[in-house]
């Protein structure tokens, strides 16, 4: 349901992988298999990033998420569940 309403509120570029439900790891992979037989049948040289954005969520305050939520015009009562999902949030490593 979350999710939903987020897709809803906030387009999910096309290419995006991560987070979502998708085959996204093999999508990727075969773009850049496409890419490298593209750049040796071309004769072009070719760089690849791979770029982690495991720790992307810590390091964004929940403050910023909460009033970006604002700005986007969500419904104040989806931005409150956001934000008691937040509250008291902690993590624990067994």
Not at 7 to 14: Q, T
Not at 41 to 47: A, N, S, T, V
Request: hydrophobic share 45%.
């Amino acid at each position: 349901i979350l999710t939903a309403h987020f897709i809803k509120a906030c387009p999910v570029n096309p290419q995006q992988r991560g987070f979502i439900v998708s085959s996204g790891w093999s999508k990727n992979i075969q773009l850049l298999q496409l890419l490298i037989q593209c750049a040796k049948r071309e004769h072009q040289p070719l760089g690849a990033v791979f770029v982690d954005l495991t720790k992307a969520f810590d390091t964004v305050s929940h403050f910023h998420v909460i009033m970006a939520l604002k700005q986007k015009v969500i419904d104040d009562h989806f931005v409150a569940l956001i934000k008691i999902l937040y509250d008291n949030l902690t993590t624990q490593i067994d």
